[in-house]
């Protein structure tokens, strides 16, 4: 009886062995070894052909065994804080794409905000002996930390973390993109700004909010009572927070917002309402996630890379696992953030320029109040 090709090939590529490749390359077993075990080493020209030769005879290495030997998984953990916000699939997306490139695979948790299920993925990750986990999220417990430290076991955070031998903090300038922004705000001639903040019991929120407060007193403006109120991070949020702002005796001009998805709530929310954007109030979100630049109008916002945050949760935890990492000392990992402007901001309302720009779209039949 004749074997279909399509077995005949699996089984072809599931008996390809370590001699194959050896053989195929011209090359020993030790140098395949290396190559596979992305040991740096080893000659770039032998590497290449080593990589080559696996590709061509489809030889599988057997991970497992490796970890055995080497006492390395190749695996890394990354624990997100939800899947709902965008912001997040985005962040595992490009996370993974280089891990995968750096030849390690990826575990990934969510916690929804939630330091028991946090501990419950770190040692679940630890049971699958990953070699390093990116927390992208907050409340871990102080106890499990120090016990996964005394163990050598490398942890990354975002903002802040214990100050131990193996941690490496990414630690993101939201004051520089939020300064912008307030600043952006300013030159249009906006000076009634109002702040909607995320869960105060983050740090990251606290941070923004603060840098809001800063940004404003460098420019001699504060936030009237009522300005600056607390959200959720969530669509649902910024709506009730802007229904709040509505309730007030007089309205911003301006609302920046602690996320995304917070300034979406505030559109939609404004939507239902005469108050148009940016006709009658700007508003500006922080995180550019994809959907920002969909939105209508195409949503203003301070840009917190997911590739630059992914690059450097990647590269602080080899620098953690790999003893020959170029960056093996380093502690802390910049993450620049920066305005990206699009039309949801404009010259305040009641101005010359608004009046004469709403007078200019009159006329030409375009965007008609």
Same mark, same amino acid.
């Given at each position: 009886m004749? =074997?279909?090709?399509?077995?005949?090939? $699996?089984? $072809?590529?599931?008996?390809?062995?370590?001699?194959?490749?050896? $053989?195929?390359?011209?090359?020993?077993?030790? =140098? #395949?070894?290396?190559v596979v075990?992305?040991? &740096?080493?080893?000659?770039?020209e032998l590497a290449k052909r080593v990589w080559k030769a696996v590709d061509e005879i489809g030889y @599988?290495?057997? =991970?497992?065994?490796?970890?055995? #030997?080497?006492?390395?998984?190749?695996?890394?953990g990354l624990i997100v804080s939800e899947i709902t916000n965008p912001f997040f699939p985005e962040l595992v997306q490009e996370f993974e794409n280089l891990a995968v490139a750096q030849g390690y695979e990826v575990m990934i948790g969510s916690t929804n905000y939630d330091p028991a299920r946090t501990e419950l993925l770190v040692r679940r990750m630890l049971q699958r002996n990953v070699d390093g986990v990116a927390v992208m999220t907050f409340g871990?417990?102080?106890?499990?930390?120090?016990r996964l430290v005394e163990s050598e076991f490398p942890l990354v955070f975002v903002d802040a973390g214990p100050d131990l031998p193996n941690i490496r903090i990414l630690k993101v300038n939201y004051e520089e993109g939020i300064r912008q922004a307030v600043q952006h705000l300013a030159a249009l001639g906006h000076r009634s700004m109002a702040f909607i903040t995320g869960p105060l019991h983050l740090r990251s929120a606290v941070a923004r909010r603060d840098a809001f407060v800063k940004s404003m007193k460098e420019l001699g403006l504060t936030a009237p009572a009522g300005f600056i109120v607390t959200g959720t991070h969530t669509m649902e949020g910024g709506i009730a927070a802007m229904e709040r702002m509505l309730a007030l005796p007089e309205l911003p001009t301006a609302v920046l917002c602690s996320n995304d998805m917070t300034a979406i709530g505030v559109l939609h929310g404004l939507y239902r309402t005469t108050h148009?954007?940016?006709?009658?109030? &700007? #508003?500006?979100?922080?995180?550019?996630?994809?959907?920002?630049?969909?939105?209508?109008?195409? @949503?203003t916002t301070v840009q917190m890379s997911c590739r630059d945050l992914a690059d450097a949760a990647v590269e602080a935890l080899r620098a953690g696992v790999e003893t020959d990492h170029r960056k093996a000392t380093q502690k802390e990992w910049p993450i620049p953030t920066r305005l990206v402007v699009r039309q949801s901001t404009?010259?305040?309302?009641?101005?010359?320029?608004?009046? #004469?720009? $709403?007078t200019g779209r009159n006329k030409s039949g375009k965007n008609p109040k």
């Open positions: 004749r =074997t279909p090709r399509n077995q005949s090939s $699996k089984r $072809k590529r599931a008996a390809a062995s370590i001699r194959d490749v050896a $053989k195929r390359a011209r090359v020993s077993i030790a =140098t #395949v070894s290396r075990n992305r040991i &740096s080493s080893v000659d770039p @599988l290495p057997n =991970t497992q065994a490796r970890a055995l #030997v080497s006492g390395r998984s190749r695996i890394l871990i417990e102080e106890e499990l930390v120090q148009s954007v940016p006709q009658e109030i &700007s #508003v500006v979100g922080f995180d550019d996630i994809h959907l920002a630049q969909f939105m209508l109008p195409p @949503l404009a010259f305040p309302r009641g101005t010359l320029p608004a009046l #004469v720009q $709403k």
